[in-house]
């Protein structure tokens, strides 16, 4: 049985920080591979920003493919919308999981409105939780800080953001560094963001 974590985001574009975490998780906590689940644009939400859902699974199967443990996923490209996580979980389920169990990656940050979620405690009881750190404000509900599936896992610290480079690759300012460079080529060469 595989153990699947699910990372998902927006990914508008992914980056360094992102590889980061989802590689740290793999090497070091009881995950076999990371999947990068790209959350598609909502039919009701429309951000200029955000780049079509091909385009933004396209930049992290760039970003992913010399790493044979971590993979993209459009997975919710074909879910109706607005989608909530606790659908996505059943639907790998019921598709994979023979072969797979499938658990969630987040941030501290997401862990402190873990309780907001729809059905949060059914997907608690299917499936484990990896949580990084991040630097944020609030605390974290008593009922998740012992949880004995709620995994702790002590990646580093990542405060670089989609919406940092989008802005400053915009304002022309040099943010190839925090972009995987086969990300930073597609990138430029659609002329993306500017």
Same mark, same amino acid.
């Given at each position: 049985?595989?153990?699947?974590?699910?990372?998902?985001?927006?990914?508008?574009?992914?980056?360094? %920080?992102? =590889?980061?975490? *989802?590689?740290?998780?793999?090497?070091?906590?009881?995950?076999?591979?990371?999947?990068?689940?790209?959350?598609?644009?909502?039919?009701?939400?429309?951000? $200029?920003?955000? =780049?079509?859902?091909?385009?933004?699974? $396209?930049?992290?199967?760039?970003?992913?493919?010399?790493?044979?443990?971590?993979?993209?996923?459009?997975?919710?490209?074909? =879910?109706? $919308?607005?989608?909530?996580?606790?659908?996505?979980?059943?639907?790998?389920?019921?598709?994979? %999981?023979?072969?797979?169990?499938?658990? =969630?990656?987040? %941030?501290?940050?997401?862990?402190?409105?873990?309780?907001?979620?729809?059905?949060?405690?059914?997907?608690?009881?299917?499936?484990?939780?990896?949580?990084?750190?991040?630097?944020?404000?609030?605390?974290?509900?008593? $009922?998740?800080?012992?949880?004995?599936?709620?995994?702790?896992?002590? *990646?580093?610290?990542?405060?670089?953001?989609?919406?940092?480079?989008?802005?400053?690759?915009?304002?022309?300012?040099?943010?190839?560094?925090?972009?995987?460079?086969?990300?930073?080529?597609?990138?430029?060469?659609?002329?993306?963001?500017?």
């Amino acid at each position: 049985m595989k153990n699947i974590g699910l990372y998902f985001g927006t990914f508008n574009p992914i980056h360094i %920080g992102h =590889l980061v975490i *989802a590689n740290h998780m793999v090497e070091f906590s009881a995950l076999d591979e990371v999947w990068f689940v790209i959350t598609p644009q909502s039919p009701f939400k429309t951000k $200029q920003s955000l =780049l079509d859902d091909n385009h933004r699974y $396209q930049m992290a199967f760039e970003a992913t493919k010399e790493y044979p443990k971590l993979k993209p996923s459009k997975i919710e490209f074909d =879910l109706p $919308q607005p989608n909530y996580t606790v659908h996505t979980l059943a639907h790998l389920s019921e598709k994979h %999981g023979d072969d797979c169990v499938f658990s =969630l990656i987040m %941030g501290d940050d997401n862990l402190k409105s873990f309780h907001k979620w729809k059905n949060f405690e059914v997907i608690l009881e299917n499936h484990d939780l990896y949580v990084y750190p991040r630097i944020s404000e609030g605390r974290i509900e008593n $009922q998740f800080e012992d949880h004995p599936k709620v995994h702790r896992v002590n *990646a580093p610290i990542m405060e670089i953001s989609s919406t940092f480079i989008r802005k400053n690759h915009k304002a022309g300012k040099n943010i190839r560094p925090l972009l995987p460079d086969s990300v930073w080529k597609y990138l430029d060469e659609m002329n993306f963001y500017r």
